[in-house]
C-alpha cells in the first residue's frame, strides 16, 4: 500500500519560515493536498492541488511538489499557525494521508 | 457555504454495529463524492471509504470486509455502518465532502462536518 511520511514536528520561531514535508514513492506524478488541523477542531483545507490555497487562506501559506517530496511552507509563521498538518494523496481510489506533523511556533 | 451534520451512537461494545449518519444542508448534493474519515484518540488521519448521489462506493480495503456506505438523495444524507467495532475502531469519525470530477487534481476535501468520538468499551 502507498505510504507518505512527514516528519512528528517541526518548531519555528515566529516570522520566520516552516517547511513541512511530505515523502512517497513518485509523490510528484500525484497531486498533493495539505490540512491544518488546531486542537479540538476538525482539519482544514490549506492547500489543494500541489500549490493553490483555498478561498479565505492566508497568502504566506504555499505548497510545492517534485520528484518523492511535497513541501508545505509557511512563511512569516504566526502563533496562530501552531497545528498538525497532515499531506493527502489518492492512490488507486484510495485517499492517503501522511501521519501528521506537529508545528509548534516558539 | 455547505454545513454537514453528523449523528449516531457514541458509545459501543466490542462486536456491535456503528451507524452515523450526515446530513448535508445548504449546497448541492449531487456532483460529490460524500466520504468518512476518522481520527483515533491522537492520532492521524484515515479514509473510510465514500459514496456519490448515484450510489457509486469506492472502500478503503483495510475496512471493506465490515464497512457499508449509503446514501439517501431525497434526504440529501448518507450514513456508515461498520460492523464488528472494536477498541481499535475508537476515533472521532468525520463526514466530509468532495469533488466528483474527472480531474484528479480537484479531488480534495474542502468541507469537513464537526465530527463525532466513537468509544468502543466494554
Known amino acids: 500500500s502507498y505510504e507518505l511520511t512527514q516528519p512528528p514536528s517541526v518548531s519555528v520561531s515566529p516570522g520566520q519560515t516552516a517547511s513541512i514535508t511530505c515523502s512517497g514513492d513518485?509523490?510528484?506524478?500525484?497531486?498533493a493536498c495539505w490540512y491544518q488541523q488546531k486542537p479540538g477542531q476538525s482539519p482544514v483545507l490549506v492547500i489543494s492541488?500541489?500549490?493553490k490555497r483555498p478561498s479565505g487562506i492566508p497568502e504566506r501559506f504555499s505548497g510545492s511538489n517534485s520528484g518523492n517530496t511535497a513541501t508545505l511552507t509557511i512563511s512569516g509563521t504566526q502563533a496562530m499557525d501552531e497545528a498538525d498538518y497532515y499531506c493527502?494523496?489518492?492512490?488507486?481510489?484510495?485517499?492517503?494521508f501522511g501521519g501528521g506533523t506537529k508545528l509548534t511556533v516558539l | 457555504q455547505v454545513q454537514l451534520q453528523q449523528w449516531g451512537a457514541g458509545l459501543l461494545k466490542p462486536s456491535e454495529t456503528l451507524s452515523l449518519t450526515c446530513a448535508v444542508y445548504?449546497?448541492?448534493?449531487?456532483?460529490?463524492?460524500w466520504s468518512w474519515i476518522r481520527q483515533p484518540p491522537g492520532k492521524g488521519l484515515e479514509w473510510i471509504g465514500e459514496?456519490?448521489?448515484?450510489?457509486?462506493?469506492n472502500y478503503n480495503p483495510s475496512l471493506k470486509s465490515r464497512l457499508t456506505i449509503s446514501v439517501d438523495t431525497s434526504k440529501n444524507q448518507f450514513s456508515l455502518k461498520l460492523t464488528s467495532m472494536a477498541a481499535a475502531d475508537t476515533a472521532v469519525y468525520y463526514c466530509?465532502?468532495?469533488?466528483?470530477?474527472?480531474?484528479?487534481?480537484?479531488?480534495?476535501?474542502?468541507?469537513w462536518g464537526q465530527g463525532a468520538l466513537v468509544t468502543v468499551s466494554s
Open positions: 513518485k509523490l510528484g506524478n500525484r497531486y
Open positions: 459514496i456519490n448521489h448515484r450510489g457509486d462506493t
Open positions: 493527502q494523496a489518492w492512490d488507486s481510489g484510495i485517499a492517503v
Open positions: 492541488q500541489d500549490a
Open positions: 466530509v465532502r468532495r469533488l466528483d470530477g474527472a480531474a484528479a487534481g480537484l479531488h480534495f476535501f474542502d468541507s
Open positions: 445548504t449546497g448541492s448534493f449531487s456532483g460529490y463524492y
